[in-house]
């Protein structure tokens, strides 16, 4: 049968479907576990979705650490309040140990133990679906030619070869689909009868995580406890705090001379000055042109996550939250 003879009955089935003029085949057995398969599937792609945020999330919370580091020392560098300033040294560090010792091995573990197996889970759901959307084609093409055997049989044609014709193509047909059928089946009962063999550890290997991510993380937040609320409260009043002294973000400088873009590098002119941006290790780099901020994001030394300042900005951006600047960087 041709392709368009084959989508104009699947067509004219489902419409017959639809008003009720026509049977649809429903097998409870494939159903069933059709829809295990599905749940499963759902589950699974969340889970690893979800799982991978926690990344991301603790990424940001030793970032914005960072940053509120930065901030009390602007706040302080200039005045003779050494409590605060030694404060904000010690937020500084304990950021970057928070950083290195909790959220790096955090994402080591789960990537290892978790986002792998959950990927290697995962990549088995694509053939079944393909298997469920010929068997959906195949079922189609099944009822159609069932529903007009059934018609012949109730009122024959002129034609005597008609009824014959219909049947031949209608078994052909159900040889086709209990094929597709049985190979779906197959596939969905081995992802069922894996899922707990796969969810199990992972499940596991997740608490893990979580509680090793915490229990270093408290290690490092203890060493702000001479700090907190209750030492301060009895030690410090609100005489001791020394006039405070603001520092600017890095300062801009346009480039008022006209430099000819590279080859591969266009500058727009309000992204033509000077460039700020934090390393690997949280530290500030700069002042580098455009041109140089864009051969690191190319060589992979920044990425998306990366914070710049520059241009128009009032403060410290990611790169993935502003698609301008990303378009004129690649």
């Given at each position: 049968?041709?392709?368009?003879?084959?989508?104009?009955?699947?067509?004219?089935?489902?419409?017959?479907?639809?008003?009720?003029?026509?049977?649809?085949?429903?097998?409870?057995?494939?159903?069933?576990?059709?829809?295990?398969?599905?749940?499963?599937?759902?589950?699974?792609?969340?889970?690893?979705?979800?799982?991978?945020?926690?990344?991301?999330?603790?990424?940001?919370?030793?970032?914005?650490?960072?940053?509120?580091?930065?901030?009390?020392?602007?706040?302080?560098?200039?005045?003779?309040?050494?409590?605060?300033?030694?404060?904000?040294?010690?937020?500084?560090?304990?950021?970057?140990?928070?950083?290195?010792?909790?959220?790096?091995?955090?994402?080591?573990?789960?990537?290892?133990?978790?986002?792998?197996?959950?990927?290697?889970?995962?990549?088995?759901?694509?053939?079944?679906?393909?298997?469920?959307?010929?068997?959906?084609?195949?079922?189609?093409?099944?009822?159609?030619?069932?529903?007009?055997?059934?018609?012949?049989?109730?009122?024959?044609?002129?034609?005597?070869?008609?009824?014959?014709?219909?049947?031949?193509?209608?078994?052909?047909?159900?040889?086709?689909?209990?094929?597709?059928?049985?190979?779906?089946?197959?596939?969905?009962?081995?992802?069922?009868?894996?899922?707990?063999?796969?969810?199990?550890?992972?499940?596991?290997?997740?608490?893990?995580?979580?509680?090793?991510?915490?229990?270093?993380?408290?290690?490092?937040?203890?060493?702000?406890?001479?700090?907190?609320?209750e030492t301060v409260a009895v030690t410090r009043t609100a005489t001791d705090y020394a006039p405070v002294s603001l520092k600017p973000l890095p300062t801009q400088q346009t480039t008022t001379s006209f430099v000819k873009p590279s080859a591969t590098v266009v500058v727009p002119p309000k992204y033509d000055c000077d460039w700020f941006y934090l390393n690997s290790a949280l530290a500030q780099e700069g002042p580098i042109t455009f041109a140089q901020l864009a051969s690191k994001f190319k060589t992979m030394e920044l990425n998306d996550s990366s914070y710049v300042f520059g241009g128009d900005l009032s403060d410290w951006k990611p790169i993935s939250e502003m698609p301008d600047l990303k378009r004129?960087?690649?």
């Amino acid at each position: 049968m041709s392709k368009f003879k084959s989508f104009v009955h699947r067509t004219k089935d489902s419409i017959n479907v639809k008003f009720g003029k026509a049977e649809r085949t429903i097998d409870e057995d494939y159903e069933v576990l059709a829809r295990k398969f599905e749940t499963i599937a759902t589950a699974a792609t969340n889970y690893n979705k979800h799982v991978q945020q926690f990344i991301e999330n603790f990424h940001s919370m030793s970032t914005t650490m960072t940053f509120l580091a930065e901030d009390m020392s602007d706040l302080y560098k200039n005045s003779d309040d050494q409590y605060n300033r030694q404060l904000s040294d010690k937020v500084m560090e304990v950021a970057t140990d928070c950083e290195v010792s909790a959220v790096r091995p955090f994402q080591d573990q789960i990537t290892d133990t978790v986002v792998i197996p959950l990927n290697d889970f995962i990549a088995k759901f694509e053939p079944c679906r393909q298997l469920c959307k010929q068997r959906a084609t195949k079922l189609q093409e099944y009822d159609y030619y069932k529903t007009k055997v059934k018609k012949l049989m109730e009122k024959p044609n002129k034609d005597p070869m008609k009824l014959p014709n219909n049947k031949t193509k209608m078994n052909q047909h159900k040889d086709e689909l209990d094929l597709i059928q049985t190979q779906s089946m197959e596939k969905f009962t081995e992802i069922i009868q894996e899922q707990p063999i796969v969810f199990g550890p992972v499940a596991q290997k997740t608490i893990n995580a979580l509680l090793n991510y915490s229990s270093k993380l408290t290690s490092s937040f203890n060493r702000l406890q001479e700090y907190s609320v209750e030492t301060v409260a009895v030690t410090r009043t609100a005489t001791d705090y020394a006039p405070v002294s603001l520092k600017p973000l890095p300062t801009q400088q346009t480039t008022t001379s006209f430099v000819k873009p590279s080859a591969t590098v266009v500058v727009p002119p309000k992204y033509d000055c000077d460039w700020f941006y934090l390393n690997s290790a949280l530290a500030q780099e700069g002042p580098i042109t455009f041109a140089q901020l864009a051969s690191k994001f190319k060589t992979m030394e920044l990425n998306d996550s990366s914070y710049v300042f520059g241009g128009d900005l009032s403060d410290w951006k990611p790169i993935s939250e502003m698609p301008d600047l990303k378009r004129y960087l690649n």
